[in-house]
């Protein structure tokens, strides 16, 4: 008889059971059969995919294609990857998911041939899919066979992996022993990866396939921002593995972005998640009645609002009909080049397209917002006339940052050149008195991630102030001698020179001059709550 409390009965049982009330289907490969009348209708423990479901599921979603059609998209999935890097793999496989699989069919009209799109996956309706979580998956590689705790395979591809750990076990424990294992001894399983869950059934984190442990991240609401934060593996397996919410994750929420050190998977955080999905729904609302006010989107700095802006691009391109143009708009030149930088990097413009449409002078936005170009980078102080260059009703604007420079002459200007524009603030901190107008121009708030909730999921270090005045040490002790010197030499009035010594004779004067000193720290230590003291160099 099993012991009651084993990870099986306190975790993944109740997991499996999750997972069936989400409408998968459950199956236990730990006494697997193999052959034609298998458990999962595989021939060996080296098969990753579960081909005979994948072919069911590519003929159901593609009834008009041929059977050679069919064969030729099963084996564009399944071939061999091994030359390539595990991200890049991954990579092209995500592609192939998303985007459906060129193959070449017989031409009845005309002869010959022609190509049409394969789908492997019907995004827009999840029940269409086939959904299959199978617990204690064995694979073996070349050296190794490993047995993941629960895969979920849609379609017969393996996108989710989860591994998890006893009560007591730290969820850690799943990421380092096992599941960067796994990466290392059986990569195939990974090249058709979606997300990682490691979980001890509290503590929960997601991660890409690309992710370090510090990356992975909880997943602590469902639906909605304003539900009550929970940590849980419940709420992860409801938030990331209901059917609609897995695809619209990997369809609308997954980036590869390219980087100096390599290729690295981005999947949207929780918060990215749900902010995306009410701005959205905002900005349709706000299409429907005409005011243009798409919303205030407030997630605090740090916590990956750049990436948000691409989320938010990429899915209504996507998903919502029409000839889109997105103008991202700051009011600073390194914000302006960093937030460019990402959408090339995410492949959402290539770098070339990415340089022809970022303004580069007052002339060059007007050319850009006259012709059709999905996306115009430019700072605010180009709209320096109030001249109409765009009517169309399909153009949103993002602004960054949009409470410091949105109600002066050049944000009057920038609306009178797109009178029919969708406007959504993209801001890192909460609006202030004062700055309450922002929602006026905008809209209400469509998100809120402020920084307590960000420091709470480790998105963003803690900040702390500590109240203290610095530690000054005089080392010049010709200091009074040199400022007489000075005085005398600068030939001043007795008024002035009074002024002067009432100056002088205040420390506070001094203190707030410290960033024209050089200051030259004496004891720096690791750790947040330590002090710092500084000494005066001579020299200055």
């Known amino acids: 008889m099993s012991h009651a409390y084993t990870e099986d009965q306190l975790v993944e049982q109740p997991a499996i059971g999750l997972f069936a009330e989400l409408g ?12 034609a009348t298998g458990t999962l209708l595989r021939e060996t ?7 005979s479901r994948l072919r069911a599921a590519l003929e159901r979603l593609n009834p008009a294609l041929p059977p050679g059609a069919i064969t030729a998209a099963v084996d564009e999935l399944t071939r061999d990857r091994s030359a390539m890097s595990l ?10 998911l998303k985007e459906g699989i060129k193959v070449s069919v017989p031409d009845t009209e005309r002869g010959g041939q022609k190509t049409e799109r394969l789908r492997v996956v019907d995004w827009e309706h999840p029940a269409n899919n086939d959904f299959l979580l199978v617990s204690q998956f064995s694979v073996t590689g070349a050296l190794y066979t490993c047995r993941p705790d629960l895969v979920g395979f849609v379609n017969g591809l393996p ?20 599941l960067t294992h796994y990466k290392q001894q059986v990569p195939s399983l ?16 997601v991660g890409s396939l690309t992710a370090d442990w510090e990356r992975f991240f909880e997943w602590k609401r469902i639906e909605r921002e304003n539900e009550p934060r929970r940590v849980s593996l419940e709420v992860m397996i409801r938030g990331t593995c209901d059917r609609a919410r897995l695809l619209d994750l990997v369809e609308n929420f997954t980036l590869f972005s390219e980087h100096k050190a390599g290729l690295v998977k981005v999947i949207g955080q929780n918060h990215q998640v749900l902010g995306v999905n009410n701005a959205i729904v905002s900005m349709l609302a706000a299409r429907k009645l005409g005011h243009g006010r798409g919303g205030v989107f407030w997630q605090t700095q740090g916590s990956g609002k750049s990436y948000s802006m691409v989320f938010f691009a990429q899915k209504v391109l996507r998903k919502v009909a029409g000839n889109w143009t997105f103008v991202v708009v700051t009011d600073r030149v390194e914000l302006d080049d960093q937030i460019a930088k990402t959408f090339k990097a995410t492949g959402a413009v290539s770098e070339a397209e990415g340089d022809e449409c970022h303004a580069a002078s007052g002339a060059h936005l007007r050319e850009l917002l006259r012709g059709n170009y999905r996306y115009v980078f430019t700072l605010i102080h180009k709209f ?28 009057l200007n920038m609306r009178a050149a797109l009178p029919k524009a969708l406007f959504l603030a993209f801001t890192g901190t909460p609006l202030i008195a004062g700055e309450e107008r922002t929602k006026d121009v905008f809209g209400d708030y469509v998100s809120i ?37 000075l005085i005398e030499t600068a030939e001043l009035d007795p008024e002035q020179e009074a002024k002067l010594e009432r100056e002088l004779g205040r420390q ?24 710092e003291s500084f000494r005066l160099r001579e020299d200055v």
């Open 384 to 411: 320096q006339t109030p001249e109409l260059l765009c009517d169309r009703s399909d153009v949103i604007v993002l602004t960054d940052e949009a409470h410091r420079s949105q109600y002066d002459t050049l944000a």
């Open 45 to 51: 423990k080296g098969e990753v995919v579960l081909v």
């Open 159 to 178: 996108l989710v992996v989860i591994e998890l750990k006893k009560p007591g076990v730290p969820a850690r424990v799943a990421f380092d022993e096992n």
């Open 87 to 96: 991200e890049a793999a991954n990579r092209e496989v995500y592609l192939l």
């Open 449 to 485: 991630y402020d920084f307590q909730q960000s420091v709470e999921d480790g998105a963003t270090v803690p900040l702390f102030y500590e109240n203290r005045t610095p530690e000054l040490q005089l080392v010049n002790p010709d200091l009074n001698e040199d400022i007489y010197n």
């Open 508 to 531: 506070y004067h001094i203190l707030m001059q410290l960033p024209l000193f050089k200051l030259e720290p004496t004891n720096l230590t690791q750790n947040y709550g330590s002090t």
């Open 24 to 35: 998968w289907q459950t199956v236990s490969a730990m006494e697997e059969t193999f052959g």
């Open 190 to 205: 990974f090249w058709f990866n979606a997300l990682l869950i490691a979980s001890n059934g509290t503590d929960s984190r």
